[in-house]
């Protein structure tokens, strides 16, 4: 019996020891694993054992404050996804950069180098940096407001896949005999002239294998939602209520269609963070063993980023409600958003509310069994709220070695994710096309 077209993604959102604030805190967690490549390269492999779509790497370039109550991305995570091409032959490479901090001919080289360099396996999750912080890092006095970060990054994109698009693929002819390397006329320059940007290409890099790296985005505002529908082949989000994701869901689709645009060629892929034990009970006490060693002074300096309002001092097992984010302004508006919602759905004291975002910050918690784990995937993907989860594994390498083990079995036996790689591109991994080349002007020289 074939399996059934439609089949989950899953992508594994990897941060050094674990995504749960507190996982450096477990006594079985080697700290020294932060900077270590061989921890790096045992979860790039678990990953690819379970056939996983991709792996991913969040950059925040700036150190945060109540950074000394645990360990952050402390790698640049386009080294380290590169380094990882070279220990896996199929599992996806998504890392993050900055459309804010970074210049597209940079990107576009970078990028299209690690499609090469991983036979077609590369992914950018393009942001704009959420942390207002990192601007003294790269000498600016502000950071830009999320209107004008937005209006760069289409600006960003469009040039960037201007020079991706810069090479015919048969453009390298290899003519010894006549001499001729290249064909000049299948080589394009770009010569873009925009608000942000003046960029000439063509790239010096031939078109990749995957024509353009995958292009992973994760915006959850108006502006950040209509960048994802208009470039992004797969998009992020943070959901912890099914309704809110049905509606995300439908949204994105929406825009999508009408930036012309086939929707289901752009992914949905929610956040899932997961406590898996052989009972709920067992599953639960392990959630109350990592809320346990969690440090408020971290709890609530998150809290703050992201609402831009300070809890410090305040009785953690009293109610708290966060207000809705017009009257305040934080930097992070759809976790603000979401935050608001939470406690105004749930009531929940302060403590209860930093245990929820100490997981992973807003986005949906699992815990249970293996097969209410499994459960919950298949409701939300058959329900029109996911293709698929950003997985958020609280401990590494441990959760993602007990969902590989245990969770995808169930998966597979209802026949919903892959047994085995059928491709070897990312893109075939994610039933996308190869995108054609846009339409460019010719390269070759005034000289001919
Ligand atoms: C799964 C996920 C990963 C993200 N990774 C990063 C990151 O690495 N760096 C960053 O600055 N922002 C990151 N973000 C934040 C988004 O880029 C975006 O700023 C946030 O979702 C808020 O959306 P908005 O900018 O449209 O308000 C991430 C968001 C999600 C949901």
Redo the contacts with the bound molecule.
């Keep these: 019996m074939s399996a059934p077209t439609r089949q989950i993604h899953l992508n594994a959102?990897l941060r050094n020891v674990g995504q749960h604030e507190a996982a450096w805190r477990l006594p079985e967690t080697d700290v020294k694993a932060v900077t270590d490549i061989e921890h790096y390269r045992n979860l790039a492999r678990i990953a690819e054992r379970g056939k996983l779509d991709a792996i991913?790497?969040?950059?925040?370039p700036v150190l945060k404050d109540r950074s000394q109550d645990r360990p952050w991305?402390s790698l640049d995570?386009f080294t380290l996804i590169a380094a990882l091409s070279g220990v896996t032959s199929r599992i996806g490479l998504v890392a993050?950069a900055?459309t804010t901090y970074n210049d597209p001919y940079g990107i576009a080289r970078r990028f299209a180098t690690l499609d090469h360099v991983s036979q077609g396996r590369a992914a950018w999750?393009?942001?704009?940096?959420?942390?207002a912080e990192?601007a003294a890092n790269f000498g600016f006095e502000h950071h830009p407001d999320?209107q004008e970060?937005?209006a760069r990054a289409a600006e960003f994109l469009d040039v960037t896949f201007g020079l991706w698009d810069s090479w015919d693929d048969d453009a390298i002819v290899g003519d010894k005999d006549g001499g001729t390397f290249v064909e000049p006329s299948a080589i394009h320059r770009l010569d873009h002239v925009g608000p942000h940007f003046r960029v000439a290409g063509p790239l010096e890099i031939p078109r990749s294998p995957q024509g353009r790296p995958v292009i992973f985005?994760?915006?959850?505002?108006?502006?950040?939602?209509d960048?994802?529908a208009r470039y992004a082949d797969a998009i992020?989000?943070?959901q912890p209520i099914i309704d809110d994701a049905q509606a995300f869901y439908a949204d994105v689709k929406a825009r999508a269609r009408a930036f012309g645009r086939d929707p289901d060629t752009v992914l949905i892929?929610p956040?899932l963070s997961f406590f898996i034990g052989g009972t709920e009970e067992e599953a639960f006490a392990q959630r109350e063993t990592f809320e346990n060693l969690t440090l408020p002074t971290y709890g609530l300096a998150q809290l703050k980023r992201i609402t831009g309002i300070d809890f410090t001092g305040q009785d953690l097992d009293a109610p708290v409600t966060i207000p809705a984010r017009s009257e305040i302004a934080g930097d992070?508006?759809?976790?603000h958003d979401l935050v608001h919602r939470l406690t105004s759905t749930e009531t929940l004291t302060l403590r209860q509310l930093l245990r929820r975002l100490s997981a992973g910050r807003g986005?949906r918690i699992a815990t249970g069994t293996p097969e209410q784990i499994a459960e919950t995937i298949v409701e939300w993907f058959e329900n029109g709220a996911a293709d698929g989860f950003?997985l958020?594994p609280p401990a590494l390498p441990t959760s993602l070695e007990t969902f590989v083990e245990e969770v995808l079995p169930i998966l597979r036996a209802k026949r919903l994710f892959r047994e085995d790689y059928e491709g070897r591109t990312l893109r075939e991994h994610l039933g996308l096309e190869r995108p054609a080349a846009r339409e460019r002007a010719p390269f070759a020289t005034a000289a001919e």
Excluded at 125 to 131: F, G, L, P
Excluded at 217 to 225: F, I, L, R, T, V
Excluded at 332 to 335: C, G, L, N, P, T
């Design positions: 959102f991913f790497f969040a950059d925040h991305d995570p993050t900055s999750n393009v942001v704009t940096t959420a942390n990192a999320p970060r937005y985005q994760a915006g959850s505002s108006e502006p950040g939602k960048l994802a992020f989000t943070a892929l956040g992070q508006k759809s976790r986005h950003n958020i």
